[in-house]
């Protein structure tokens, strides 16, 4: 059977930067930071995303790009006797079941980043019973979440039944620049309104004082999750990649992309809260730290939209589009992840594939629309703050231990033979067979609170 293959290197820059920069980025990034006081986080998370996650990241796209198969076929491909066969299946398998874990949840935020979307446009054309409805989604009563689940799983699934060149990488292209033209112009209005300095100085000014283990392993999760890491879905992207490309070089373009944008978006959410403060809305917790996670996104950032009058209409119309689409290129490639398995190892067509995982999905997530209380936290948790860094460490195994060394040196000299005699080469072979596992294995004594 053909493969599909991503048709140039754009294209699968803004693919891989499209499911890198989600709701992670721009929701996650900027609330850890409030949460653990500003620039301390900023700063450890941009060294530890250049310390660890780049190399994991390394991992995943060269035994895709080398294998050139799903997640679970890929491992197999590597493996070289029984144990490793088994290790194999536990590491695929469990990535394809964490990465529909995590969509399961995603999922659901964004059908409220969906919901609130058309708040603006139920206010401009005077439909007042619809704009309180749209924000009348809570545990209790989650009906208009469940539809706006559904509608962003529709989505998805629309996108991910046109398979690589035309579903993925034509909506990753489009959807990514409007994106980054989006978050350029809000920072721009944000950094006009009165307060606005004030919430720079807080997320660019580190305070030293503030670094602890804490902040050390929760800037270590942010990282891996940002990155979408563990899961295999870098390594199922790796795979419909030609081999002519630089892997060392790609990656890293796509880990400061990421970076970047998370670091952009900081300066959007954080200096906004303030603006919020000047406007008049408390922006501290009993507590007395900064209101962060869906308080922040959903009650804050709306008020402050509310008190800038008719153009408050547009400005939040303009997030609430940018979140939207940076969640759906994150989410169709957590949706590539089983829907590849399904066609390889399962013998499905592609539609056929997406109708079974796209709906086993959708039937996980409505089971947590309906026990909120009870199952989001405990998703959340178990896929990003256990799964993701476990099956990592899994990943660094595979690449440091099981792959033969000279073979691996080889996959990744093809597209670029210069890379043999590089800094790259002579360190990370090494680093990813000793550092990263260990390194990783830090995070998880460590609970992560994404959202
Ligand atoms: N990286 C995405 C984000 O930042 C989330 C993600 C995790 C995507 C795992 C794919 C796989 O929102």
Known sequence: MQRGQF????????????????????????????????????????????????????AELTIGRHTQSNVVGALDKLANGTASRIAART??????????????????????????????????TGLTGVEAWLTSGSPDNPGNWWFFTAIFSALTMLIIMKGIENGIEKWSSRLMPSLL??????????????????????????????????????????????????????????????????????GASLALIDVGIAFTAGLLI??????????????????????????????????????????????AFAFFALMSIAALTSSISMLEVPVSYLIEQRGMTRVRATQVAGSLILALSSL???????????????????????LGVGLCIFVGWIWHRNSLIESIAEGAPEVRNSLFMKIWPTYV??????????VLAQTVNLF
């Open 7 to 58: 048709s140039s290197r754009f294209g699968f820059l803004m693919a891989a930067a499209g499911s890198a920069v989600g709701l992670g980025n721009i929701w996650s990034f900027p609330t850890n930071t409030a949460e653990s006081g500003g620039g301390a986080f900023v700063a450890v998370y941009l060294i530890l995303t250049f310390l660890l996650a780049y190399p994991a990241l390394m």
């Open 91 to 124: 590491v695929g398998l469990g990535g394809v079941i964490t990465a529909a874990m995590i969509l399961s949840f995603y999922a659901i935020v964004a059908g409220w980043m969906l919901s609130y979307l058309f708040v603006p446009v139920a206010q401009i």
């Open 181 to 250: 033209t989006l978050l350029v112009v809000l920072i721009i209005y944000v950094m006009t309104q009165p307060g606005a300095m004030t919430g720079l100085q807080v997320y660019l000014v580190p305070n030293i004082a503030d670094i602890n283990t804490d902040l050390l392993l929760n800037a270590l999760g942010q990282s891996f999750f940002s990155l979408s890491l563990g899961v295999g879905t870098m390594l199922v992207y790796g795979s419909y990649l030609s081999k002519q490309e630089n892997l060392p070089k790609l």
């Open 270 to 315: 954080i200096p906004a809260l303030f603006v919020a403060q000047a406007a008049g809305t408390e922006i501290y917790n009993e507590a007395g730290s900064l209101i962060a996670g869906p308080d922040l996104i959903l009650q804050v950032l709306p008020s402050l939209f509310d008190s800038m009058g008719s153009i408050g209409m547009i400005v």
């Open 368 to 390: 947590i629309v309906f026990n909120f209380g009870a199952l989001f936290g405990l998703v959340v948790d178990t896929a990003t703050v256990w799964l993701q860094p476990l």
């Open 433 to 442: 067979k000793f550092f990263c596992p260990a390194l990783i294995l830090l």
